[in-house]
């Protein structure tokens, strides 16, 4: 650039102003064609930033979904549960029996190693379908003191029972999930709720909201 600027000058000084017009014009278009290439290429390397995290975003979901799959296809024979005991916030117990009725509840399994943000989701979006009256909490949390602030993060008014395992295969696991039971301890619907399947999660509770 400097080079040019020198040469401008020096033609400009000898009356050669034809020739400096000429090549200041060819300065300006070549800036000009340079800086169309530098735009061009920042759109570029956005668009493909945006590509790659939407292809990420596309093997995450089908990952996911092939992980929900495996899991549906080898929990899928859990037809009934043990009438196990459970805890209460203040340490009493209770069998699980004694919270069931003629109509289906709907059991929102907490565990303490799930997806926080899958929980939150989902209990968000639950609160909307279905009242307190219908919806049994279930967690493995082992204190009342960690139960209390894990009811806080997630905006549960109801009382959270608290049981290390409902000797379901899938416990092991550690996973968060739900389920429908009626009074003879049968359960069906059997999901597993992920914050990034929001449209799946809706699916699951307009289905809910038909069978109860």
């Known amino acids: 650039m400097k080079k040019w600027l020198c040469k401008i000058c020096f033609l400009w000084e000898n009356k050669n102003r034809t020739v ?15 800086y169309v290439l530098l735009v061009r ?12 995290r939407q292809y990420e975003a596309v093997d995450n979901a089908l990952f996911r979904m092939e992980e929900m799959q495996k899991t549906y296809l080898q929990y899928e024979n859990m037809k009934k549960i043990d009438d196990i005991d459970l805890k ?3 340490d009493s117990i209770l069998k699980l029996s004694s919270l069931l009725d003629d109509k289906k509840k709907i059991v929102v399994r907490i565990s303490n190693a799930a997806c926080v943000s899958c929980i939150q989701d989902f209990c968000a979006v639950l609160f909307q379908y279905f009242s307190g009256s219908e919806i049994i909490y ?4 082992g204190s009342a003191k960690e139960l209390f602030f894990m009811k806080q993060i997630l905006g549960i008014e109801n009382q959270v029972y608290r049981v290390e ?6 416990d092991k696991e550690k996973k968060f999930y739900v389920f429908i039971i009626d009074k003879d301890l049968s359960i069906e619907k059997f999901f597993l709720p992920h914050y990034e399947q929001k ?6 509770l307009d289905l809910l909201k038909k069978t109860l």
């Open 88 to 90: 209460t916030e203040t």
């Open 138 to 141: 279930i967690s493995d949390y």
């Open 199 to 204: 449209g799946l999660m809706i699916y699951y």
């Open 20 to 34: 400096v017009i000429f090549l200041l014009v060819g300065l300006f278009v070549s800036l000009g064609f340079v």
């Open 41 to 52: 290429n920042k759109r570029l390397n956005k668009e493909n930033r945006l590509l790659q």
């Open 165 to 170: 395992a409902l000797k379901l295969p899938i």
